[in-house]
């Protein structure tokens, strides 16, 4: 009961990270119907700021400094790099195509400079636990939950009740319609992706903290497991990403605290779980948890 409680809460965790990841990929996708490939590299480059920051500035300034440049950085590829004149949704295959390159110069300049180095952070939780009856859980963890839900729920508040949310979700519902409302759609679209880049470089600090031992040139590649939890819980619904997300982060924890009793379906299977839930999820129902239905008229 013990372990099964230990679990429990390091996916609660996981799974609250793995959200804010979730989230970028969803709120880019109602802006501009773009799946941004490069949110891992996005990531990597966030907590790379604040590692070779903490030592001059601080943990806080230094994250603050990461999140900022993150979120730039984001909104400069797609102002810079995406757009081209009048927003089109047909040019969103070529789009994500073009983030599959940007991907790849970021992660080889950053896989570059941190080598087989482990960076640390400089996090103020260290290798800290909290130790709570039979439960023991590192305080990075609880941080993970406390800022993670603290920062899911303002952005919720920011797509309910800011002007920039009710234009994100007319645009999402018909683009067109959303224009000829006068919708500035350049505007909501590069919010957009500064927003999901600012939550990626703030996903970075949990990913890398203990029991993690610091970033290292992998640590994006873990954005992919949020990927399925955006895919699982429908591609245009970020209450659909929070869920996909704890659900993800639970099947995978559950999945690593009882390895020796499911041997039988090989010693890495954790690392494909989150996958093998999307795809039994997709099959009962194809749109994702909370996809919508669309109408066709034929």
Request: with cysteine; glycine share 12%.
């Amino acid at each position: 009961m013990t372990a099964f409680l230990d679990d429990l809460l390091n996916g609660l965790a996981l799974g609250a990270v793995y959200a804010l990841v979730a989230l970028g990929f969803v709120v880019i996708f109602k802006a501009s119907g773009v799946l941004n490939f490069a949110h891992g590299s996005l990531l990597l480059l966030g907590g790379y700021l604040v590692a070779v920051l903490h030592d001059d500035l601080g943990f806080a300034a230094a994250l603050a400094v990461a999140v900022l440049a993150t979120a730039l950085l984001a909104g400069a590829l797609d102002r810079l790099l995406l757009q081209r004149g009048e927003p089109d949704p047909r040019a969103a295959h070529a789009q994500t195509i073009v983030t599959i390159g940007v991907d790849i110069v970021l992660l080889t300049d950053l896989s570059r400079r941190i080598g087989g180095d482990l960076l640390p952070l400089g996090d103020p939780w260290g290798d800290a636990v909290t130790t709570a009856g039979p439960v023991t859980i590192a305080d990075s963890r609880l941080a993970a939950i406390t800022v993670s839900a603290l920062t899911i729920a303002a952005t919720f508040a920011l797509f309910r009740y800011t002007a920039w949310g009710l234009s994100l979700r007319a645009a999402s519902e018909d683009l067109e319609a959303a224009a000829l409302m006068g919708v500035r759609l350049t505007r909501v679209r590069t919010l957009a992706w500064c927003l999901a880049g600012a939550l990626a470089a703030l996903a970075a600090v949990f990913l890398a903290a203990f029991p993690a031992p610091g970033l290292e040139r992998t640590t994006g590649q873990i954005a992919l497991k949020a990927f399925p939890a955006a895919i699982l819980g429908g591609m245009a619904s970020p209450a659909g990403a929070l869920a996909g997300s704890l659900l993800i982060g639970l099947t995978e924890a559950l999945v690593a605290g009882h390895q020796s009793d499911l041997h039988v379906l090989g010693d890495g299977f954790g690392d494909v779980a989150p996958y093998a839930v999307m795809i039994l999820v997709l099959l009962v129902r194809p749109t994702g948890l909370f996809g919508a239905r669309g109408a066709a008229r034929v």
